[in-house]
T-cell receptor, first 115, second 113 residues
Framework: NAGVTQTPKFRVLKTGQSMTLLCAQDMNHEYMYWYRQDPGMGLRLIHY???????AKGEVPDGYNVSRLKKQNFLLGLESAAPSQTSVYFCASSLGQTIMNTEAFFGQGTRLTVV | GESVGLHLPTLSVQEGDNSIINCAYSNSASDYFIWYKQESGKGPQFIIDIRSNMDKRQGQRVTVLLNKTVKHLSLQIAATQPGDSAVYFCAESLMDSSYKLIFGSGTRLLVRP
């Protein structure tokens, strides 16, 4: 059981380049999330999805887009990368249907550097 | 907006001692709280959770205490081990969007041998 898998694990982008981060989960979870984590800080929610075909904005959505075409996958896109988007990105998933199913399972993270 | 915060950014303890990591939350409507452990280079890992109708919950070597009067949450680790060295986050879940977790900024726990 792989859990939550993120690809790639590391990436360096030039300012203005675009890229897509892929998150895949094999736990049949309805809810998926993208967080960013900056040095010395907690995780901030970028976007989330409560089910296939649905997405919503989190705390820091600007500069990112997401898609949830399949239940098991949640894609995070950067259309025009900026140095301020240098961060570690974590994907998570949860059952989320009741409050006791809020426990989120996290991927290993993607370290993105924008130069 | 309201957020979850922590009192101490770094906590250093002697191996074998008990550790107490604190967290303050500001939203009295929060119904559910989780502690996560994050080791270097890894994603956060669930440790223990507690609902707002409880004051205390125990796991293996860990205890979470919730004081709703002062909106305070703590994680107690008994007989701290080197493997406990990590960053610990508390997270709260709001009643109107229980599937969305709001994370605090984290406390780094360092265990001295």
């Amino acid at each position: 059981n792989a859990g939550v898998t993120q690809t790639p694990k590391f990436r360096v982008l030039k300012t203005g380049q675009s890229m897509t981060l892929l998150c895949a989960q094999d736990m049949n979870h309805e809810y998926m999330y993208w967080y960013r984590q900056d040095p010395g800080m907690g995780l901030r929610l970028i976007h989330y999805s409560v089910g296939e075909g649905t997405t919503a904005k989190g705390e820091v959505p600007d500069g990112y887009n997401v898609s949830r075409l399949k239940k098991q996958n949640f894609l995070l896109g950067l259309e025009s990368a900026a140095p301020s988007q240098t961060s570690v990105y974590f994907c998570a998933s949860s059952l989320g249907q009741t409050i006791m199913n809020t426990e989120a399972f996290f991927g290993q993270g993607t370290r993105l550097t924008v130069v | 907006g309201e957020s979850v915060g922590l009192h101490l950014p770094t906590l250093s303890v002697q191996e074998g001692d008990n550790s107490i990591i604190n967290c303050a939350y500001s939203n009295s409507a929060s119904d559910y709280f989780i502690w996560y452990k994050q080791e270097s280079g890894k994603g956060p890992q669930f440790i223990i959770d507690i609902r707002s109708n409880m004051d205390k919950r125990q796991g293996q070597r860990v205890t979470v205490l919730l004081n709703k009067t002062v909106k305070h949450l703590s994680l107690q680790i008994a007989a701290t081990q080197p493997g406990d060295s990590a960053v610990y986050f508390c997270a709260e879940s709001l009643m109107d969007s229980s599937y969305k977790l709001i994370f605090g900024s984290g406390t780094r726990l360092l265990v001295r041998p």
